[in-house]
């Protein structure tokens, strides 16, 4: 596996990019998103990506906008090669547990392996700055495809009767929204990853391209993937203050 600092390198830095690396696609289509919401300057800030691979992604947002990366994943720290951005060993389940917060917490292809989607919410709470920023990408359950497969007696894409990859939590952008809110984030903007399936985007000219994009704007309710960026208005509500639980 290339390392998170040749993966920046080659895929952020201009080298030309694998048409079937799915991953830059998701990155570069996300970063767009965010371009587009959060218009203050981010250089300086604190950046925690969770579930980060072997920081990817981290490095990817360091370079774009000069923030502190740190990534949280399973892996042992004696395997991160890469001295630029800070790495925590965590089972997700178990809490993050930091003293610190953050401006940016990111969680991409995450939230759908989180069996307590509550606890992992508030703990995402806790450790933003108020006005911090909440950024997933998860899959939709109610994609096209599904409407169009599943009425046909087909199983649903991106449910598991078996684990596989751990899917066991799938949402609507309805859904999405609403449970983010009962955790006192504002949702900023919900977007598609993409409308079109990912071999047809990246085999198509840029007019396609750019209509594909506007149609995974204005319609991610039927988009397979959706990203959310949301703010933290206020402490998790759900949680009660230690004198409100005496």
Not at 2 to 28: H, K, M, Q
Not at 33 to 50: F, K, N, P, R, Y
Not at 88 to 96: V, Y
């Amino acid at each position: 596996m290339e390392s998170s600092a040749t993966y920046v390198r080659n895929r952020w830095l201009g080298i030309p990019i694998d048409p079937c690396d799915d991953p830059w696609y998701r990155f570069s289509r996300l970063l767009s998103v965010l371009d587009d919401v959060i218009e203050t300057s981010h250089a300086g800030a604190a950046w925690l990506d969770l579930g980060c691979h072997q920081g990817q992604f981290v490095c990817v947002v360091q370079a774009k906008y000069r923030v502190l990366g740190t990534g949280m994943d399973v892996w042992p720290a004696s395997q991160k090669t890469d001295e630029s951005w800070r790495y925590f060993q965590r089972d997700l389940a178990s809490g993050i547990r930091l003293d610190e917060k953050f401006q940016f917490i990111s969680a991409l292809e995450v939230l759908e392996h989180v069996i307590d989607t509550d606890a992992f919410l508030s703990d995402c709470n806790e450790h933003l700055e108020r006005n911090g920023f909440l950024i997933l990408t998860t899959p939709n359950i109610n994609s096209l495809r599904n409407r169009v497969t599943v009425p046909l007696g087909k199983y649903p894409t991106g449910l598991e009767y078996r684990t596989v990859i751990h899917h066991v939590r799938l949402y609507n952008p309805r859904v999405l929204h609403t449970h983010l809110a009962e955790h006192g984030f504002v949702v900023e903007c919900i977007r598609g990853v993409n409308f079109l399936p990912m071999n047809i985007v990246r085999r198509q000219s840029r007019i396609i391209g750019a209509l594909e994009k506007r149609l995974a704007d204005i319609l991610p309710q039927l988009c397979n993937n959706v990203i959310v960026v949301a703010r933290k208005m206020c402490p998790d509500p759900l949680v009660r203050a230690p004198q409100e639980a005496r």
